[in-house]
Nanobody, 117 residues
Framework: VQLQASGGGLVQAGGSLRLSCAAS????????VGWFRQALGKEREFVAS???????PLYADSVKGRFTISRDNANTVYLQMNNLESEDTGVYYC????????????WGQGTQVTVSS
């Protein structure tokens, strides 16, 4: 089963976007969901994650205070991105894992975020 990220686009620096991540209920209801991004020519990096009950949000230092991860009861996880910077440009992916010992899985195609300066 793959997770599907959506909501990307082109935005000016300082602007906002909200990304969505959707998957089957069986996956989402008991898994931690993470957001990752990959800039052109760089390795994929962790952005944020949220526990199965909506608790324990974690953020990369580079996005703290600007991005907010949340999840609703309809099997969707969101990434609200404010005050975007050119360094936030990249393809954003979401994935899920059953617990901290397991690797993230369910990678989909991702969604492109482009921030113009």
């Amino acid at each position: 089963v793959q997770l599907q990220a959506s909501g990307g686009g082109l935005v000016q620096a300082g602007g906002s976007l909200r990304l969505s991540c959707a998957a089957s209920g069986r996956i989402f209801s008991s898994h931690t969901v993470g957001w990752f991004r990959q800039a052109l020519g760089k390795e994929r990096e962790f952005v944020a994650s949220i526990g199965w009950s909506g608790n324990s949000p974690l953020y990369a230092d580079s996005v703290k205070g600007r991005f907010t991860i949340s999840r609703d009861n309809a099997n969707t996880v969101y990434l609200q991105m404010n005050n975007l910077e050119s360094e936030d440009t990249g393809v954003y992916y979401c994935a899920a894992r059953a617990n901290w010992k397991m690797p993230y899985d369910g990678w989909g195609q991702g969604t492109q975020v482009t921030v113009s300066s």
